[in-house]
């Protein structure tokens, strides 16, 4: 199964393809009830890995075994997978690509932030010379074999985004992604200056970028949604909720109804990861020389 032309195929057709981000196993097994594509959002894997913000504590194979145990658990499952900068130098950004490859990846996303990284939404963004990113990216692509590459800028000078998105169209990447643009009609200026590339739009709860719903970004020439925190805010706010309520009660449990989740329930989701219960691949008949 060629993962790679899989999402390409899937951003090639009428609409956004909606991809959800996931921060660990658990996640992951129930954005896969919902949807058919997840991110690997560095953001949710710095909170949920290490504990710490999303500002360059990842290691690269600490992702690719995440990676990999994604794919081993969601085999039908579109995986584009956020690599930061590449891990600052072009031969690791090259090699993690063709590791991430192995693992069966559907695509990466690489930025042109420099050290010290920050979160696509806040402030105190520092991006490279645009040369420099543009050399690293190249080496990226050419390392590649199928892999789906998003070009992502994290320029805020508006002169600067267009310069850049410009230049990322031009290259052979896969995708566009400017992070953190902070209105539609920036949206649409971006559109524009990259021609027929595909354009992906980052949405994150709280981030600088405006609330759309993916029929208005279909409207909007916007091929790829990607959702980084839906899975994480919402586990931080319902975790933190759950032990509240336990606490007034001093460590009651509250009543099981119809409604909650449960011993059972929670076994029955992650039971549908056994490698042994998914689809196997049809049985080609062999071929035999006619006489």
Partial sequence: MNHPNR???????????????????????????HYDGMFVSGFGFA???????????????DLVHFV???RQAFPQQHLLVDIDDGYVDPETACHVVRSLEQVGASGVILEDQKRPRRCGHV????????????EKLT?????????????RTDATEE????????????????????????????????????????LL?????GGKSPRLSLPELGELGVDVAIYSTPCLFAAQSAMDE??????????????????????????ELLEKNISRHHDRPPVTAPVTAGR
């Fill in 68 to 70: 990999q145990r994604l």
């Fill in 201 to 205: 739009f980052n949405q994150i709860a």
């Fill in 159 to 198: 002169p600067e985004i267009l310069r850049r998105a410009k230049a990322l169209a031009a290259t052979d990447c896969d995708v566009v992604l400017v992070d953190g643009v902070r209105s539609v009609d920036w949206i649409r200026k971006v559109r524009d200056v990259i021609g027929d590339k595909p």
């Fill in 139 to 151: 080496m990226v692509l050419e390392a590649r074999r199928d892999m789906v590459v998003v070009a």
């Fill in 123 to 134: 402030d105190g963004k520092q991006v490279l010379p645009l040369e420099e990113y543009l």
């Fill in 7 to 33: 999402l390409r195929d899937a951003i090639a057709a009428d609409g956004t393809t909606p991809l959800i981000g996931v921060f660990d196993m658990f996640s992951a097994s129930v954005a896969a009830q």
């Fill in 47 to 61: 909170a949920s890995h290490y504990g710490l913000p999303d500002i360059g504590f990842i290691a690269w194979p």
């Fill in 242 to 267: 759950a032990l509240a309520v336990l606490k007034r009660d001093d460590g009651r449990l509250p009543e099981f109804t119809s409604s909650s989740i449960g011993v059972a329930q929670s076994l």
